[in-house]
């Protein structure tokens, strides 16, 4: 599958969940895929995306919180796995749109284009629900079935490049603020 | 030798308590900040440990490096939180890309509170450099700092940061020189 058709997938069956998305193409293609005050797009931290989702669902306990990663910036900080696996939030998904390249920046392969697996990194810090997907059909199953189960929850789909349509806003401060407010924190 | 500092430092009537963890912690706490996101070190460990003691009501989470603590606290903030960071001065340059392009970007605080290394009573060389630099680069950030320089001052100063911080929405940071943290000089 390619990620904005991934991306679709997710989009459509999001409801009132805050979705934090990686800088770059995820975050062009989330915004292609449905524009909506609560997701969160990040335009640099490159990395830090799967930690943005993990304090709000800190200071959310009631909601459940989606993390839009892709492999590229999550394996920039593979530690805030570990993290996650030893605090073990159980209203927390990571999705990591796995397509083995650093897409937004020329197509440079990455890790999980050879060795890595990060569903097994995930297993492997404690985080037990994790899953690898590799067509729609199979990622809408798993989204559905992370919705009645105690998380923290991991779903690599592994996806294609494609290109990116559209891009979020651009101003930052119009993003936290639309938001928060969103999420009534404002 | 040390009798005076040591005296001075001593919270009255809890042995064993030193007095500028319990300002910092009590500076925290009148703040609001009810989660502390940190990279632990020696002189932190003493923060962390009168948290737990006295204030079971703020959380505490260790990251596994302080780029990925300041995404944490982020997220909390987001989600309606007064997010405290713990971390040592080498820390700071592991967090700059994420200050400069999360927090500052974004307008979305939290008080640093960072445990100076490589300042007057260092014995490390390899902490110098980055401890030498702090101010400066907080300084090119525009990030706010303030020294706590006494250890009977340490609570109001936490307090200014933290209205600082939270009230004009930027990172702000309070600085824990080794004179502070340890009087006389070892560890």
Redesign the interface.
Same mark, same amino acid.
């Given at each position: 599958m390619k990620r904005i058709d991934a991306i679709r997938c997710i989009s459509k069956l999001l409801t009132d969940e805050?979705v934090?998305v990686s800088l770059g193409h995820p975050a062009y293609d989330l915004y292609a895929a449905g524009d909506r005050p609560l997701n969160?797009y990040?335009?640099?931290?490159?990395?830090?995306?799967?930690?943005?989702?993990?304090?709000?669902?800190?200071?959310?306990p009631d909601r459940r919180i989606v993390a839009l990663d892709g492999d590229g910036s999550l394996l920039m900080?593979l530690?805030?796995l570990?993290?996650i696996g030893a605090?073990a939030p159980p209203n927390l998904l990571i999705v990591v749109l796995d397509n083995g390249v650093h897409g937004t920046t020329g197509g440079q392969h990455t890790a999980t284009a050879g060795k890595a697996d990060l569903e097994g990194v995930a297993r492997a810090v404690g985080i037990a629900q994790a899953r690898t997907v590799r067509d729609e059909a199979a990622l809408e199953a798993v989204l559905r079935e992370s919705r009645g189960s105690a998380g923290p929850w991991m779903v690599v789909a592994k996806v294609r490049e494609s290109s990116p349509a559209a891009k979020p806003p651009l101003d930052?401060?119009f993003?936290?603020h639309r938001?928060?407010a969103a999420?009534c924190?404002l | 030798m040390n009798d005076l500092g040591g005296n001075f430092n001593q919270r009255a009537g809890t042995p064993g308590a030193l007095l500028w963890p319990a300002g910092i912690c009590a500076g925290l706490h009148a703040s609001g900040c009810r989660?502390v996101?940190y990279v632990p070190d020696n002189p932190l460990s003493h923060i962390l440990r009168a948290l737990e003691r006295d204030y079971p009501d703020v959380?505490s989470?260790?990251?596994?490096?302080e780029?990925?603590a300041? =995404?944490?606290?982020? =997220?909390? *903030?987001?989600? =309606?939180?007064r997010?405290a960071l713990l971390m040592q001065s080498s820390g700071l340059g592991n967090a700059l890309?994420?200050l400069?392009?999360?927090l500052l970007? *974004?307008?979305?605080p939290a008080l640093f509170i960072i445990s100076m290394r490589g300042d007057p009573g260092e014995w490390n060389a390899a902490q110098v450099p980055m401890g030498r630099a702090v101010v400066p680069v907080l300084d090119a950030f525009g990030v706010q700092h303030l020294t706590i320089d006494r250890p009977e001052a340490a609570e109001e100063m936490v307090r200014a940061a933290a209205a600082l911080a939270f009230g004009t929405r930027n990172p702000a940071a309070c600085l824990l020189p080794r004179r502070l943290t340890v009087p006389g000089g070892q560890a």
């Open positions: 805050p934090v969160f990040t335009w640099g931290s490159m990395g830090l995306t799967t930690s943005i989702a993990l304090g709000l669902a800190l200071a959310c900080n530690g805030s570990a993290t605090g930052c401060v993003i936290k938001f928060m999420l924190n | 989660e996101v959380r989470t260790m990251a596994t490096r780029e990925e300041l =995404g944490i606290a982020a =997220g909390l *903030y987001l989600g =309606g939180s997010p890309n994420a400069g392009s999360l970007c *974004y307008q979305i």
